[in-house]
């Protein structure tokens, strides 16, 4: 049995990062403080990044019945965006944030306000980041260029809505959940109302898991007076987040039935045993949520990870029955 108990910290981990990472163990000394910033030590945002985008694509591939060489393109390609784009995004709320994570003690650790890195070297690492990104999306089609564009708006957007609103979720889940629309336009060719219902279910689903993300941080926002849905909500979240849990799944359900229409019968209930799958997860979050136990909100909201490839597994075995 290891004793981990004597063993020191690495100098610069962040508080809420995963023990053990790669990035404070292996990563060259001189860059972890940018894999830091880009949460490479924190995983599971690049997961719920990624995770509408496989969703996009492979119900596009269902629905088209075809799944060739372009579609594991981008299937890879999202995988490799995901991460950069991830990246760039918590570089640029890190830089938006540094005088509020300054003042968190969740947050205080993190590169900037530990003096890890300068607010510029952080510039310099979101612009370099997202132009390796932007790499990937100039192979594909210019409707999904185009979506790949727009989604700066609302990633710019985000670190601020905390300032302005209780719903900074709905922000971020609108900019988390854009590959929805994206990955099904680059293998289609266009946008579909399929794709914009699945969109809409995974922003449900980010109001649902950063929710209880927002509970860790809730009397350190009411300190230096930002908003969150854990806030407005209180006591009232199971109630708010059973309403989230329904709408996820319907929303699912309703894209997969308009994707899928003329497939066979058993694929099609495959299709649909994704979201049913995924709902039972999103149970068991709730049976198990305490919004006063910090610990165990940060390892649900990680458990999300596990949720989200539910309905990745459900679409890949009616792509190929």
């Given amino acids: ?38 949460r490479a030590d924190r995983p599971i945002g690049t997961w719920l990044l990624l995770l509408p985008c496989w969703w996009g694509l492979l119900l596009s591939a269902l629905s088209e019945n075809r799944f060739g060489w372009d579609g594991v393109w981008i299937f890879v390609g999202c995988a490799a965006g995901s991460w950069l784009m991830r990246g760039a995004g918590c570089t640029w709320n ?11 003690e969740r947050t205080r650790s993190r590169p900037i306000p530990s003096g890890q890195v300068s ?10 980041q997202a132009l390796v990104a932007l790499t990937f999306l ?7 260029i185009l979506l790949g564009f727009l989604s700066l708006v609302p990633v710019a957007i985000y670190p601020f809505a905390k300032r302005f609103t209780h719903w900074p979720q709905a922000f971020l889940g609108i900019a988390f959940n854009w590959g929805a629309l ?26 649902f898991y950063d929710t209880i993300y927002a509970h ?14 854990a806030l407005l909500f209180g006591t009232e979240t199971p109630k708010w987040m059973k309403r989230f849990l329904v709408t996820t799944l319907l929303l699912m359900l309703a894209a997969i039935l308009l994707a899928i229409p003329d497939r066979n019968l ?28 910090p610990d165990g909100l940060l390892a649900l909201f990680r ?19």
């Fill in 1 to 38: 049995m290891t004793d981990t108990g004597n063993t020191p910290e690495p100098e610069g981990q962040v508080s809420d990062a995963v023990r053990g990472n790669w990035v404070d163990h292996t990563a060259p000394e001189w860059t972890r403080p940018y894999l830091r910033l880009s």
């Fill in 94 to 104: 890190d830089i938006t944030d540094r005088n509020f994570d300054a003042q968190v």
């Fill in 119 to 128: 607010t510029k070297q952080a510039m310099a690492w979101m612009i370099l």
């Fill in 138 to 144: 100039l192979t594909l089609n210019s409707n999904a």
């Fill in 182 to 207: 994206l990955a099904w336009t680059a293998h289609s060719g266009s946008l579909g109302w399929p794709a914009v219902l699945l969109y809409l279910s995974g922003l449900s689903w980010t109001l």
């Fill in 216 to 229: 860790q941080d809730k009397d350190d926002d009411v300190m230096i007076g930002v908003k969150s849905t």
């Fill in 266 to 293: 058993l694929s099609v209930i495959v299709a649909v045993g994704g979201p049913w799958a995924f709902g039972w997860h999103m149970v068991w979050q709730l049976r198990k949520l305490d919004i006063d136990n």
């Fill in 303 to 321: 458990a999300n990870r596990d949720a989200g490839l539910i309905p990745v597994l459900f679409f890949l075995i009616a792509l190929f029955i």
